[in-house]
Nanobody
Framework: QVRLVESGGGLVQAGDSLRLSCAAS????????MAWFRQAPGKEREFVAS????????AYADSVKGRFTISGDNAKNTVYLVMNSLKPEDTAVYYC??????????????????WGQGTRVTVSS
């Protein structure tokens, strides 16, 4: 059983930066993918970024490309999301996911079998 714990959210102003962390504990298997999704009030959950443990390959939503960077520390089973140039539209609860999706299904959330409790990010204008 894998457990995910997110941290790092908060209230910031537009243009500021934040770093989110997601630590996985329990029995993890090689080849997993960890990703960040977010859900704003009244909106559906959307994909933000992902990283595949084995290769380090990453993917990003168009809305965050060039501003957000996902990285991983395999020894700690932890992934990070550095968010720069934050905008009010980045306001959401950010969730970390763990699982074994295919490249084609990552952005849909399909294939992720474990989710964290979420961390709230609020960006004021």
């Amino acid at each position: 059983q894998v457990r995910l714990v997110e941290s790092g959210g908060g209230l910031v102003q537009a243009g500021d930066s934040l770093r989110l962390s997601c630590a996985a504990s329990g029995r993890t298997f090689s080849g997993y993918v960890m990703a960040w999704f977010r859900q704003a009030p009244g909106k559906e959950r959307e994909f933000v970024a992902s990283i595949r443990r084995s290769s380090g390959s990453t993917a990003y939503a168009d809305s965050v490309k060039g501003r957000f960077t996902i990285s991983g520390d395999n020894a700690k089973n932890t992934v990070y999301l550095v968010m720069n140039s934050l905008k009010p539209e980045d306001t959401a609860v950010y969730y970390c996911g763990y699982g074994f999706p295919t490249s084609a299904t990552i952005s849909s959330g399909s294939g992720f079998n474990t989710w964290g409790q979420g961390t709230r990010v609020t960006v004021s204008s």
